[in-house]
């Protein structure tokens, strides 16, 4: 079986991060290994919902959610057994952070992606995230349904 080191687990609070979560724990546990839990910000998705101006305190109360809801992602983790757990937001484009930039600093062996975060049109328009993360990764991934 193929040990890994550092398990990614790239969280958009989408149907899929609850599955994303339970498979990267599982795989953090077995590997004895840190899990990282992270979700990225594009501002530019936010933008066009504010008038294409987001003002920094739309912005810090935007990060201020997602990192209280991964403080819980954490916890749940924790609370399974995963003894080294860390929490990221990072800014930029989800497809290149998650693939290459991320576990490229953090040496993440494995990435746990989900099928998708977005509806059919926003596909066809951008791209699935994790279309482009299987093709591009540095790192193996697994995709969870």
């Known amino acids: 079986m193929q040990v890994y080191e550092n398990i990614l687990a790239p969280v958009d609070g989408s149907k899929a991060t609850e599955a994303v979560l339970d498979t990267a724990i599982q795989v953090a546990k077995r590997n004895e290994t840190r899990l990282d839990i992270l979700n990225v910000l594009e501002i530019n998705q936010f933008a066009d919902g504010y008038g294409g101006a987001v003002s920094g305190d ?15 992602y954490q916890k749940k983790a924790q609370d ?12 930029g484009n989800p497809k290149t952070v998650i693939s290459n930039e991320f576990p490229r600093d953090h040496k993440n062996g494995l990435i746990v992606i989900g099928t998708t975060g977005m509806n059919a049109v926003e596909r066809l328009v951008v791209g699935s995230v994790t279309s482009y993360v299987t093709r591009s990764a540095v790192s193996d991934v697994l995709i969870v349904k």
Do not use: N, P, T, W
Not at 58 to 72: F, G, N, T
Not at 80 to 91: Q, S
């Open 80 to 91: 399974a057994g995963v003894k080294d757990v860390e929490i990221h937001v990072r800014f």
């Open 58 to 72: 739309v912005i810090y109360k935007m990060v201020d959610d997602i990192e209280s809801q991964l403080r819980e």
